[in-house]
């Protein structure tokens, strides 16, 4: 008898499965399923990121630019909170040696952006010249007759940003 009915449950087994979609269901049906995909997308929003894969990651070790000696002399350690609260009264006002280079055209639309006006960004081909303090011509000529601290705009804009750096950076100085 079994075989039986194994037999015929094989014969229906095809038109089970073309009709298993379309089977109506019952409102209590329907309503359980809402509830429990209801209770699933709460649970989701709630817990969802405990399981990230991405946030048990290994920070990353970057390897320091320069490698401090042990016959190099600190001359002087500065903390990013005393860093951050730094005032000097005794520092005069700032002078201009000397102003090169130009300025292009800068679209103040960019200034008014919000999430509601939007502005596309523009892809512009243009030459970017990094060049280190050091090897820079006109800090090189201003050097010889005066001044005796230079630097560029990208290492003052490090210095100013650098109690909120997350990677490690580091400025070489000549003396």
């Known amino acids: 008898r079994f075989r039986q009915q194994q037999q015929q449950n094989q014969r229906f087994q095809p038109m089970q499965k073309a009709f298993s979609g379309t089977q109506k269901k019952s409102k209590t049906m329907k309503n ?43 001359i002087e350690e500065i903390s990013f909170n005393s860093l951050s609260k730094l005032s000097l009264p005794s520092v005069g006002e700032p002078e201009e040696i000397n102003v090169c280079g130009s300025l292009e055209y800068y679209d103040k639309t960019y200034d008014r952006i919000s999430t509601k006006s939007e502005k596309k960004l523009v892809m512009v081909n243009r030459l970017f010249h990094k060049i280190t303090t050091t090897k820079d011509p006109v800090i090189r000529q201003i050097c010889k007759t005066r001044g005796n601290i230079f630097a560029t705009d990208a290492i003052i804009s490090t210095l100013m940003c650098c109690t909120r750096s997350v990677y490690p950076w580091d400025i070489v100085v000549d003396v």
């Open 32 to 74: 359980l399923e809402m509830d429990q995909m209801r209770q699933l997308r709460k649970w989701q929003k709630q817990y969802g990121n405990r399981a990230d894969p991405r946030q048990h990651q290994q920070a990353k070790q970057r390897e320091p630019s320069v490698r401090v000696r042990e016959n190099w002399q600190v």
